[in-house]
């Protein structure tokens, strides 16, 4: 392995060990459920699939699908 491959890969081994380093105290966390009821589950456009309109409605809109048409 040449030089360069070799810093490469060191650089890549110590971003995925820093990233781990990071975020492997958050694995005993819980979910967390502030606003998934209205936006996932209760939700009429997203309980609908992927269609057209879904899209338009979540890229153009901030409030929640809630009664929507």
Do not use: C, K, P
Not at 28 to 39: A, K, P
Request: glycine share 10%; charged share 20%; proline share 0%.
């Amino acid at each position: 392995m040449d030089r360069s491959r070799r810093l490469s890969f060191l650089l890549a081994a110590a971003l995925v060990a820093l990233v781990l380093a990071v975020y492997a105290q958050t694995y005993r966390h819980g979910f967390v459920e502030y606003d998934d009821l209205g936006y996932v589950r209760d939700n009429s456009v997203v309980r609908r699939g992927l269609t057209l309109y879904g899209v338009h409605w979540a890229l153009t809109t901030g409030q929640l699908g809630i009664g929507s048409r």
